[in-house]
């Protein structure tokens, strides 16, 4: 097996790519594999938090806007990753893996509420940490959230595993033209208005130079992939 050369990650997943081919609610085969992956990362002496998206169950401003008041969409969009975060740990867990879900506001039923101290010692104690209900305030879209939390814990590297391969030129999907980037800077990906992240996450990324992977979720194995070194996807940095 070949040295991680990562110690501490914060692994994003989309919502969507939980869902698989059904678009929305759960793929429990995609989250089994996406699970097996994690625990593989956790027997290498990996640190691992996780982020979840809620949008396989909700997208506050797509979903809500024009219905429902902006503050009370996003917070519905909190929930759903929150769901996302319970569900994945329950299949971790029967995986043998010790997961937390720890989330932004008070949820004591669902979830530890977040501090930076306990989600270290869980981390340092060998489990799992699931950040859900984003940065706990609207406005602020889960790839923020995730920024923040990488920040907050000092991961090494945040790896972004979405419906897409990588960072490109154009949207490949309206334009065949998109060439994809196997490297690309901060300023770049600013400059050109690239949908990598939010421009609030990207600019937070850049600041406290942490740098973000994107690849494809559909092999999860590109997670052990990119863990180990190899060219898989796009490297932001």
Not at 19 to 28: I, L
Not at 141 to 166: H, P, Q, W
Request: aromatic share 6%; hydrophobic share 40%.
């Amino acid at each position: 097996m070949a040295k991680a050369k990562y110690r501490r990650i914060l692994l994003k997943i989309s919502g969507e790519a939980l869902a698989g081919e059904k678009k929305t609610g759960f793929d429990f085969n995609v989250m089994g594999e996406v699970c097996d992956v994690i625990k593989r990362c956790v027997d290498m002496g990996i640190e691992v938090g996780v982020v979840i998206g809620g949008g396989n169950f909700w997208r506050g401003v797509k979903n809500g806007e024009g219905y429902i008041e902006r503050s009370r969409a996003d917070r519905m969009g909190m929930l759903a990753t929150v769901m996302n975060c319970l569900a994945v740990s329950d299949v971790l867990e029967q995986k043998g893996v010790e997961a937390r879900v720890m989330t932004a506001l008070e949820m004591p039923a669902m979830g530890e509420r977040y501090t930076h101290e306990r989600a270290m010692k869980h981390l340092k104690n060998g489990k799992v940490v699931l950040f859900g209900g984003g940065t706990g305030h609207p406005y602020f879209s889960t790839d923020t959230g995730t920024v923040l939390r990488a920040a907050e814990i000092n991961a090494d590297v945040i790896l972004l595993a979405k419906n897409i391969d990588g960072v490109y030129s154009a949207d490949p999907a309206k334009d065949p033209t998109a060439v994809k980037y196997d490297e690309i800077s901060y300023d770049e990906v600013l400059a050109k208005r690239l949908g990598v992240m939010d421009l609030t996450a990207t600019s937070l990324a850049m600041d406290n130079n942490i740098p973000v992977y994107v690849f494809a979720l559909r092999d999860p194995n590109n997670i052990i992939r990119v863990i180990e070194g190899e060219n898989v996807g796009t490297l932001v940095h």
